[in-house]
């Protein structure tokens, strides 16, 4: 029997054809997303669902959706997708990162010409039958310094369109290599140094921890009088109401957005203003982007059901249904190994180097390699898979090698990971116990014997006297349960590390407490997907 496929958005005809192409009996109701107890009623029909984001996937819905095997997202939003219930119900997820990157990336540059020369206020003054041609006095985009924060797909696209209207950019990238940047024609600089320079600053960040409100009212206000602010990225990126007082006091000459942290934007502190863009969240919306994220995800969908295939999966590596059973615990170790040295680290990443020793080096490496990028490059942009890490690492210069080598020390196997950047390199190492859990073994070449936990804080010291007695009596003091407690050095007086499995995440205000002691070298709280 064919497999059948559900399409409940509106996907085109040219999308839908595909399917039918492919062999897969597809049912197209466009407007069953709307209709979510309809859907419920019929979702137990169908081995694959296409849909942009109209259909809401929840838990209750994968609860009936007992023949489901794969998801497809029109798009790269998944957010109307409980990614957490798919899995365990089995269903893959796929997405198309890459259909809508030239699109978003053109409407940032229109914005940016947008706010430069005041276009929609001359527009709508003009249309009104004024003709006030000197109230719109704009600037000119060539020889102007443009700040591109975050020079990933899309961001890059951006420094190479500004690059041809003459701009000199500066980017500011934790993951952007030498290499990348003299490729895209851009410098690198930091953050304070793109702030002070810019005389147009455009962000292309995900909304991660790290980067939430990083142009933040502090940072705006070390900005160049006169700059302009783009935001076609994410909301949450800006404080607009900092934006909104520094465009009233003469500081910022203006600004464009198409992202607000709150959406639907009925009201914002930015409506109304002078020499303010704003859209709708229009980044991604062109004929164009929309027909090729459809005819993506339909030829994804069909080479799945079809051979197997999987492409683009948030929520899966490219492994066999053999594999997955021995290499499960594998994968997981070999992300936890990239996310701890994802989150230690701030600076552009020039290599990344993975040693696979003992029985391990048997298995599926791309797989394993894929998982261990994928770690390191979540760090910064949440959005990465499997499938996506080592494109974006490729993208951004990482060198990315592997080592295999028979066993070589007291155990069977195990995963050690080096990150290379240009002031240091970091490396960790872990290995799966017989009970299917993976574990820290070795940080900073110190051997250790750490459970990973979802909660973690680690820290580097001199082997002093004080240090246990410090960290457990501020996490008493400070309500935080350690679950476990792992320490570690090369020799007494020496380098020392502790890693502690903490129930809930230790706040700023504790690790603040630790730093103030003057004991530690480095404490960083840490967090892994454990489930």
Known sequence: ??????????????????????????????????????????????????????????????????????????????????????????????????????????????????????????????????????????????????????????????????????????????????????????????????????????????????????????????TKKGVRIINCARGGLVDEQAVADLLKSGHIAGAAFDVFAQEPAKENPLFGLPNVVVTPHLGASTTEAQENVALQVAQQMSNYLNTGAVENALNMPSVTAEEAKVMGPW????EHLGAFIGQMTDEPIEAINILYDGKVASMNLDALGCAAIAGVMKASNPEVNLVSAPIQAAERGVQVSRTTQAKSGVFDAFIKLTVVTEKRERSIAGTVFSDGKPRFIQIKGINIDAEIGE????????????????????????????????????????????????????????????????????????????A
């Open 1 to 222: 029997m064919a497999p059948k496929v559900l399409v409940s958005d509106k996907l085109s005809e040219t999308a839908v054809q595909i399917f039918r192409d492919n062999g897969i009996d597809v049912d197209f109701l466009p407007t069953l997303g709307k209709e979510p107890e309809k859907l419920l009623e019929l979702i137990h029909n169908y081995d694959g669902l296409a849909i942009r984001s109209a259909t809401k996937v929840t838990e209750k819905i994968l609860a009936r959706a007992d023949n489901l095997k794969v998801i497809g997202r029109a798009g790269i939003g998944v957010d109307n997708v409980d990614i957490t219930a798919a899995s365990k119900k089995g269903v893959i997820v796929m997405n198309t990162p890459y259909g809508n990157m030239i699109t978003t990336a053109e409407h940032a540059i229109a914005m940016m010409f947008a706010v430069a020369r005041q276009i929609p206020e001359a527009s709508a003054s003009t249309h009104s039958g004024k003709w006030e041609k000197s109230l719109f006095m704009g600037v000119e985009l060539t020889g102007k310094t443009l700040g591109v924060i975050g020079a990933g797909n899309i961001g890059g696209i951006v420094c190479e369109r500004a690059v041809g209207l003459k701009m000199k950019v500066i980017a500011y990238d934790p993951f952007l290599s030498d290499e990348r940047a003299t490729k895209l024609g851009v410098t690198k600089v930091d953050l304070d140094e793109l702030l002070r320079r810019a005389d147009f600053i455009t962000l292309h960040v995900p909304l991660t921890d790290k980067t939430r409100n990083i142009l933040s009212r502090e940072n705006l206000e070390k």
């Open 331 to 334: 994968l997981k170790l070999a």
């Open 455 to 530: 909660h973690m804080l680690y820290t580097t010291n001199k082997d002093v006297p004080g240090i246990i007695g410090t960290l457990g009596r501020t996490m008493g003091e400070n309500g935080v349960n350690i679950a476990n407690f792992t320490l570690g050095r090369t020799e007494p007086g020496k380098d020392a590390i502790a890693l502690l499995y903490v129930d809930e995440p230790v706040s700023p205000e504790v690790i603040q407490i630790l730093k103030e002691t003057g004991l530690f070298q480095n404490v960083s709280p840490l967090a892994f997907a454990v």
